[in-house]
C-alpha cells in the first residue's frame, strides 16, 4: 500500500515535469532523457543544453544573458549528464556556464561569469560588462550558498564548503571554504569510489 500511495504522489510531479522539458525544447533548449524539471525559471531556452538525468529542483533559476548569435555562436548553459541541482540554484550566464558529469550543487548556490568593470569616470551604471567562461568539473561538489564568480574552474571531484566565495581556480580534488575561498584539505584520492562513479558517466 505505500508504495502505491507514494506513486500516486509522483505521477503529478512526474506528469509536470514532462510538460515543462517538453514546453522547453518547443522554444529551443536542447534537454536529453530521464530530466527531472520542477518548478524552474529561465529565459533563452535556446542557449540552454542539458544531458541526460539531470535534476533540477523548485525555484533554480536558468539565466543567459541576450546576445547576438553571430558574435557570440554556441549554447551558454551547458549541463551534462547526472548532474543535479538543488532549490534556488542561479546561473547567470553571459559567456558560458559549463557543468560537468556527476557534478551535485546545493541551495541557493550563485554561479557567475560575468562581473562590471570599475572605470572610476563610467559611474555605477556605466562600467562595461567583463565576462570569462565558468566550468564546474565532473564530480564537484558545491556547498549551499556558494558563490563561484566569473574565469573559475572548479576541478575535477573538487568540494566547494558552504558559503564560500570562489574567486580563482580550485585544484581537482581539493576541498575549499571561505570568503574568499582557500584549499582546506585534500577530498578524494584518484582511486576512490567517487572517482570511479565519475568515470563510469565519462567513460
Excluded at 26 to 34: P, T, Y
Excluded at 114 to 126: I, K, T
Aim: glycine fraction near 10%; proline fraction near 6%.
Amino acid at each position: 500500500m505505500r508504495q502505491l500511495i507514494d506513486f500516486i504522489n509522483r505521477v503529478p510531479t512526474s506528469a509536470a515535469s514532462r510538460v515543462r522539458v517538453a514546453w522547453m525544447r518547443l522554444c529551443g533548449a536542447s534537454i536529453g532523457h530521464h530530466c527531472r524539471l520542477e518548478k524552474i525559471r529561465y529565459r533563452q531556452p535556446d542557449q540552454i543544453q542539458m544531458g541526460h538525468h539531470v535534476a533540477i529542483t523548485q525555484g533554480a533559476m536558468l539565466y543567459p544573458h541576450l546576445r547576438s548569435a553571430e558574435t557570440e555562436p554556441g549554447r551558454k548553459i551547458i549541463i551534462h549528464d547526472y548532474v543535479f541541482l538543488n532549490a534556488y540554484v542561479f546561473l547567470d550566464a553571459g559567456s558560458r556556464i559549463e557543468i560537468e558529469s556527476g557534478v551535485m550543487i546545493g541551495p541557493y548556490v550563485y554561479i557567475t561569469d560575468g562581473d562590471h568593470g570599475h572605470d572610476p569616470a563610467a559611474g555605477v551604471r556605466g562600467q562595461p560588462m567583463e565576462l570569462s567562461p565558468v566550468l564546474i568539473s565532473s564530480g564537484a561538489w558545491i556547498g549551499a550558498h556558494a558563490c563561484i564568480l566569473k574565469g573559475v574552474t572548479i576541478g575535477r571531484n573538487a568540494v566547494v564548503g558552504a558559503g564560500a566565495v570562489v574567486t580563482a581556480d580550485v585544484p581537482p580534488g581539493a576541498v575549499v571554504g571561505g570568503v574568499p575561498a582557500r584549499p582546506l584539505r585534500r577530498a578524494f584520492g584518484t582511486h576512490d569510489a567517487a572517482t570511479r562513479s565519475v568515470d563510469a558517466a565519462n567513460p
